[in-house]
Nanobody, 123 residues
Framework: QVQLVESGGGLVQAGGSLRLSCAASGRTFSESFIGWFRQAPGKEREFVAAISWTGASTYYADSVKGRFTISRDNAKNTVALQMNSLKPEDTAVYYC????????????????WGQGTQVTVSS
């Protein structure tokens, strides 16, 4: 089993940056895909980015490509999401999630979830 805890959210002005972190416990963390999702009020949870267990492969939603960067440090059991050039439409609760199989960009494809961290981008 894997437990995930997100941190790093906050309030930032449009054009600013935030760095989210996902800390994991559980011995299988280094063998798993990690994904970031977000959910804005009144909207469905959507895929943001994912990274393979080696870190060699990364995937992004079109809406964040070129602005967000996902990375991982298996020695520290952490995955980071660097968010630059933030826009008001990036406002959401951000979640990290874990899966043991290959890449997936849908909610039901992930087995374990964190509690989320709020990101608010003001215009």
């Amino acid at each position: 089993q894997v437990q995930l805890v997100e941190s790093g959210g906050g309030l930032v002005q449009a054009g600013g940056s935030l760095r989210l972190s996902c800390a994991a416990s559980g011995r299988t963390f280094s063998e798993s895909f990690i994904g970031w999702f977000r959910q804005a009020p009144g909207k469905e949870r959507e895929f943001v980015a994912a990274i393979s267990w080696t870190g060699a492969s990364t995937y992004y939603a079109d809406s964040v490509k070129g602005r967000f960067t996902i990375s991982r440090d298996n020695a520290k059991n952490t995955v980071a999401l660097q968010m630059n050039s933030l826009k008001p439409e990036d406002t959401a609760v951000y979640y990290c999630a874990n899966r043991r199989r290959g890449y997936a960009d849908y909610v039901l494809g992930y087995d374990y979830w964190g509690q989320g961290t709020q990101v608010t981008v003001s215009s």
